[in-house]
């Protein structure tokens, strides 16, 4: 059997985690505080006008550092390639997705309830920050709606995970069936992406069915859904399903070679400006209803990352190292946490400094103290929320056959 799907847990694709959970908060606090930087509320063109020191690292490949567009999409590519093999053992549909439910809603849903408690205390920081730094059309339309209980309690519930966000929704049928609120609204609004994670599992036990029941007819289910789903981001956790069953042997010089090409050409790709063979590669993937060139690049970009780290070990090594694991053991808990933490500590420190220092002072003292605050919150979070998931998705409720536990993972 590939190596793959007996392994236990391949450890550094949870330091690849843990620093694009990173990226992510490094995007939003630039989003916030030096919105130009981040693109924030702009388009490709309103950066190519813009000017100052801030266009220009936007314009450039350094920008990747903070390019949480891009990680999310490795999110669902390594959803994807975990879940293979935590379904490859499930009996039965409803099993697996009961415990996909649990896994994901349970820290969903106290995320919100803990953003909703913080800005409770202040509501108001984030749209001051806003004014100041310029980022009113993100910062400053975010959290539209005030931190009451019963609408906190709806989020935590309901639009987190089960039916997501107008515009941003994982089963896009939805739309049409059940009232929805735009993101906008959300208290915390990084959850957006877990209903596309559910829906993603969806995917991915279907997958899973075809696999048991009918082996050789999985290639050709796969390469169905990419025809059908074209360049989405659904098709990623096909790909990422698909590249689990690959076997990997043993690189070569050519093989590392081709793994570091991969790898630099990823990180070129994961910009905020789409450049000229991925506009030329989009035109011609126009049939396939690709998403904005900017997304897609984002998304080409995602997959020769994640394809260079599968196939270069010095890479792995790098990853499996004691910073990229302790990220990676918290970086669900650090993804839902960090956005309230900001909006909150995060604008106030910028709030405190801007007005006397400038911007980018201000974007560092708000960065410093939000993970001050952040780190801890995240590690407690994780000991006794996301675990208490993880032991809560190994029972299986009376209604449903008992089931492994490796779908926790």
């Keep these: 059997m590939e190596r793959t799907l007996k392994s236990e847990r391949v450890a550094f694709l949870d330091g690849l985690r843990g620093l694009a959970a990173l990226q992510v908060v490094f995007l939003h606090y630039v989003s916030a505080f030096l919105p130009v930087l981040a693109m924030a509320g702009l388009g490709p063109a309103d950066l190519l006008a813009s000017h100052g020191w801030q266009a220009a690292i936007a314009r450039s490949p350094a920008v990747f550092l903070i390019n949480g567009y891009s990680a999310v999409y490795i999110f669902f590519l390594l959803s994807g390639y975990v879940l293979r093999r935590a379904f490859a053992r499930i009996d039965g549909f409803a099993s697996g997705l009961w415990r996909r439910l649990v896994r994901l809603g349970l820290p969903a849903s ?178 396939q209803h690709p998403p904005d060139p900017f997304h897609f690049s984002n998304q080409v970009g995602a997959i020769l990352i994640f394809l260079g780290v599968l196939h270069l070990p010095r890479a792995q090594h790098l990853l499996e190292r004691r910073l990229p694991q302790f990220l990676g053991r918290i970086s669900f808990s650090l993804y839902l946490v960090h ?58 409720p009376p209604f449903l056959a008992p089931v492994p536990s490796e779908l926790s993972s």
């Design 110 to 287: 106290a995320a919100v309830l803990f953003a909703g408690a913080l800005l409770s205390l202040d509501d108001q920081a984030h749209l001051h920050a806003a004014a100041l730094s310029g980022s009113t059309h993100w910062l400053g339309i975010l959290l539209a709606t005030p931190p009451a209980p019963g609408p906190v309690l709806r989020d935590a519930i309901l639009n987190s995970v089960l039916t997501g966000y107008a515009g941003a929704n994982g089963f896009p049928f939805l739309r049409h069936l059940i009232p929805m609120p735009d993101l906008l609204h959300a208290f915390d609004p990084p959850t957006w992406t877990l209903n596309v994670e559910l829906s993603g599992s969806v995917l991915c036990l279907g997958l899973s069915y075809v696999e048991r029941r009918r082996r050789v007819l999985l290639p050709y289910v796969i390469a169905a859904l990419a025809l059908w789903l074209g360049a989405s981001q659904w098709f990623l956790f096909a790909l990422g399903y698909a590249l689990a069953g690959l076997r990997r042997p043993s690189p070569g010089r050519l093989r590392q070679g081709l793994a570091i090409l991969a790898l630099a050409a990823g990180i070129l790709l994961c910009r905020l400006i789409p450049p000229a063979p991925i506009l030329l590669l989009h035109s011609l993937l126009r049939h």
């Design 339 to 396: 956005f309230p933490v900001m909006a909150t500590i995060g604008c106030g420190v910028f709030n405190l400094i801007a007005p006397r220092s400038g911007a980018v002072p201000g974007c560092l003292a708000a960065l410093i103290a939000g993970l001050a605050a952040t780190l801890p919150v995240a590690v407690l979070f994780e000991r006794h929320v996301d675990r208490l998931a993880v032991r809560l998705s190994r029972r299986s």
